[in-house]
């Protein structure tokens, strides 16, 4: 790590994905060093663009809302220790080289930042470093675990989770939480604070609050923490969150945490040593030990990304394997919308595009669909997801997609989810599927699942129309059959079985980024014109 001036008289904290006062190491480094204080945060149009292959918008309206509710609520939050939060417009190797310029602080002003690990981000970094002509120093902030007190080094991180979990969880301590001072230094003169964009400024309209959402929080530290103290202290959640982990709908079936996670609102330190408070005063067991289990996973994807870098953004996964994918855009299309007449699977998806949000057994689900159903570009859903999921965290998305797509870190490369056995498990009687889908609303039970296998008597009872009001699957998998008929086993709160793996986000890169591949044409609509069906 680059070492900032040891007496810089103003020291430049660029906020990225680490919106909070607490835990914050960059934040602590640079009140430290220097005599003023310049926090700061840019919106940087890059982020703003379109996805890397297929141009979805990077940064979709409802992770866009959140991001603005984050940043508004560090504002506010430094404000009251003295400070303010600088905000501009532009890319942040832009903006710190004019702020330098503007206030002569050439020879005066150090920069301290979090580290990250991904190519973009990372360029972020270099370009700093090399425009900015300042010095940088970079803070490792994002993990449970910190990567100086791994037993070794990233290049040599095992290729399997549970190795990962065995070397790490009961050999490494978990560092202590970072406090800051009451009153942080004050700012430099002459600085303006920046308005904070609004929805207009991205080319969105506010959009709608959908009463269905399992995730009605906004965005932000304070509201972080304040979930926090509740689904540990005033409900007792976290004691029920493994046998609850798996459900569809409503606030408490999961801790909800993985949004404020992806946008530094949170710490995994607070975390961690806020349920290990939990654990001695209240109760310690398998539910407790499982959301540890769950921020291990979050720290083990992005050491896959740290150690395979530009791989995990591979059409063949870390693994390079040359993979045919079909090019259905008709199929795509029916999944990306929601109507693929497979109904466990169109509500989820209809459940992501209204809210930003869906559950870990839904995501694990859709993806599988995506790639092992109808044998799509896992890229296709990776960006997807990008642009609409509000924890989008690139080192999970990626790592869960190559995941789910048998190109990653799971032991069982043939992985694949049986949507309809899911469906009955998860929403046994078919409560999440009525929810999102209205248009089966009025088929009562689990058989909403199966709905092309009702007879013509049952569908009208129900007011479907199959190909009109609703659409006939675009795929019927063989192993489905031996489940149409089953009775209910759960309901929509969710059940664990204890299978399956972890969750969560999207974006995208890889070495055709690079410019390694002279000529890459890209898009959505390229992409399906010029490649043909396998």
Not at 40 to 59: E, I, M, N, Q, S
Not at 371 to 384: N, Y
Not at 506 to 524: V, W
Request: glycine share 8%; with cysteine; charged share 25%.
């Amino acid at each position: 790590m680059q070492t900032a001036s040891e007496n810089p008289s103003v020291a430049i904290c660029l906020f990225r994905n680490d919106l909070r006062v607490h835990d914050n190491e960059a934040l602590f480094t640079a009140n430290q060093k220097g005599k003023f204080l310049l926090p700061l945060y840019c919106f940087d149009p890059r982020h703003h663009a379109g996805t890397y292959h297929f141009g979805f918008p990077k940064t979709g309206c409802h992770r866009l809302r959140f991001l603005l509710e984050s940043v508004t609520d560090l504002r506010i939050k430094l404000q009251s220790m003295g400070s303010n939060l600088i905000v501009r417009l532009g890319k942040p190797e832009d903006v710190i080289a004019e702020l330098v310029k503007n206030l002569n602080l050439q020879n005066n002003v150090a920069v301290v930042i979090q580290k990250e690990v991904t190519e973009e981000e990372v360029k972020v970094e270099q370009d700093i470093r090399s425009k900015c002509r300042v010095p940088l120093l970079t803070v490792w902030g994002h993990t449970l675990y910190h990567i100086e007190d791994l037993p070794f080094e990233p290049k040599h991180l095992p290729d399997v989770y549970t190795e990962f979990r065995k070397k790490v969880e009961d050999n490494l301590p978990v560092r202590k939480l970072i406090n800051l001072p009451v009153q942080l230094n004050p700012l430099p003169m002459g600085i303006d604070q920046g308005l904070i964009p609004t929805f207009p400024d991205f080319g969105f309209s506010v959009p709608d609050r959908d009463p269905r959402s399992a995730f009605p929080f906004i965005g932000g530290e304070s509201s972080a923490l304040q979930r926090l103290n509740d689904y540990f202290w005033v409900t007792d959640n976290v004691s029920t969150y493994k046998e609850t982990r798996n459900g569809m709908i409503g606030t408490n079936f999961s801790t909800k945490f993985s949004p404020w996670l992806a946008h530094g609102c949170l710490s995994p330190r607070k975390i961690y040593w806020e349920l290990k408070r939990y654990e001695r005063e209240r109760a310690s067991n398998q539910s407790t030990y499982w959301v540890i289990f769950e921020l291990l996973w979050r720290d083990y994807f992005r050491y896959v990304s740290l150690k395979y870098g530009n791989k995990i953004f591979f059409s063949g996964g870390i693994k390079n394997e040359p993979t045919q994918w079909k090019t259905n855009h008709q199929h795509f299309k029916a999944w990306q919308e929601g109507r693929t007449g497979v109904p466990y699977i169109d509500a989820n998806m209809r459940e992501l595009a209204a809210t930003g949000f869906m559950s870990n057994r839904g995501r694990q689900n859709v993806a599988s669909f995506l790639t092992k159903d109808l044998q799509l570009d896992w890229r296709l859903g990776a960006e997807w997801f990008e642009s609409l999921l509000i924890d989008h965290d690139v080192c999970s998305n990626y790592g869960n997609w190559l995941y789910s797509a048998g190109i990653g870190n799971d032991p069982r490369e043939n992985r694949k989810f049986n949507v309809v056995k899911q469906g009955l498990d998860y929403d046994g009687d078919g409560n999440y599927v009525r929810l999102w889908v209205p248009e089966l609303a009025a088929i009562k039970s689990g058989k909403v699942h199966c709905i092309w296998t009702l007879s013509n008597t049952q569908l009208q009872a129900g007011g479907v129309l199959l190909g009109q009001t609703y659409p006939n699957p675009i795929i019927v998998a063989q192993e489905w059959s031996r489940h149409v008929n089953r009775p209910s086993s759960s309901t929509s709160t969710g059940a664990s079985s204890g299978k399956g793996k972890k969750r969560s986000s999207g974006s995208q890169k890889s070495l055709e980024h690079q410019g390694q591949y002279p000529g890459q044409k890209r898009g959505l609509d390229f992409y399906f014109s010029h490649t043909n069906p396998r």
